[in-house]
């Protein structure tokens, strides 16, 4: 299945503890470029999710953007009386070893380190809570990109079935273009009454024949048309690889016109060019 690399998801929890909100976003990238914006307090999470993206994701640029809102009644804060009675130690220790040494004050205490603890909810609660939240809208993500990714493949599809249309076109009008060329030449030589050896009048009958042939590249744009069709089919990323053949193809277009020898085969190369580079650009989309 064709997944685009185009999408976005959005997901939010809510609980006691407060609300988290995660934000996907993805577009076309040549390799696999996630970018995060995390709270601080969830950062050590970021290791995590990249992994998630690299082993889900093979291309994209992946902008992930994760918020957390704490409830307004976090449980407040409270003293922890095993730090502050270390300290009161300490503090002893520096009256004693020094007695003019001027002591804290109450606020000096509660800001050192350790001495006032958070009553709030467990952070790997909300870290958890925030992995399961990431997956979720991972999945959400990617399910977006192979809807887009169906939508790609029906206009490729649309516009292989129109250059089968223009090798079938010129394939009809190979032997009216061979007999006009045979038939202009004849009628150049009777203008200008020349007399030609019948040997070296098929001679060069026969070279403006091969050089008006383009059997070959009609069967080459056949073959790289199916292969597409299959590529379409198949499992994984298949971009770049569409991506080579529309080169492919578009080397096959570029050789029927510098065959071309009537106006009808130039006009079906211009437009099978324009088809090709129309799928070129669908294809940039596709992972």
């Known amino acids: ?62 902008e992930c953007s994760l918020r957390f809102d704490p409830a307004r009644d976090d449980g ?14 300490a503090l002893a220790e520096v009256r004693d070893a020094v007695p003019d ?3 804290p004050d109450a606020l000096a205490l509660l800001d050192h380190p350790g001495v006032l603890e958070s009553q709030g ?19 959400d993500l990617i399910a977006g990109r192979a809807r887009e990714g169906d939508k790609l493949a029906g206009l490729i599809r649309e516009r292989l079935a129109a250059v089968n249309g223009q090798v079938a076109e010129v394939r009809r009008l190979m032997p009216q273009i061979l007999a006009r060329q045979r038939a ?6 009777e203008s200008v009454k020349a007399e030609l050896d019948p040997q070296r009048l098929e001679a060069e009958l026969t070279l403006i024949a091969q050089k008006a042939d383009v059997d070959e590249e009609l069967d080459r744009l056949a073959t790289h048309v199916a292969e597409v069709e299959r590529q379409l089919t198949q499992k994984g990323p298949v971009g770049r690889r569409l991506d080579f053949l529309m080169q492919e193809l578009n080397r096959e277009a ?34």
């Not at 804060?77 to 130690?89: C, D, G, K, M």
């Not at 952070?123 to 979720?136: E, G, N, S």
């Open 101 to 103: 040494a001027p002591m």
């Open 121 to 139: 909810p467990d952070l790997d609660t909300i870290k958890a809570a925030a992995v399961a939240l990431f997956q979720a809208t991972l999945d």
């Open 254 to 287: 570029n050789t029927l016109s510098s065959k071309s020898v009537v106006a009808s085969t130039t006009r079906c190369a211009v437009e099978l060019k324009v088809l090709i580079e129309q799928m070129r650009e669908q294809i940039q989309n596709i992972e």
């Open 1 to 62: 299945m064709v997944h685009s690399m185009t999408a976005f998801a959005r997901q939010a929890h809510d609980d006691d503890w407060g609300s988290l909100q995660i934000e996907l976003r993805s577009v076309n990238q040549r390799y696999l470029e996630p970018h995060f914006r995390l709270p601080e307090s969830l950062r050590d999470l970021e290791p995590l999710f990249r992994e998630a993206l690299r082993t889900r994701l093979a291309r994209g640029k992946v």
């Open 184 to 189: 202009l030449l004849l009628e150049r030589l």
């Open 76 to 89: 407040g804060l409270a003293v922890s009386r095993e730090r502050l009675a270390e300290l009161a130690r």
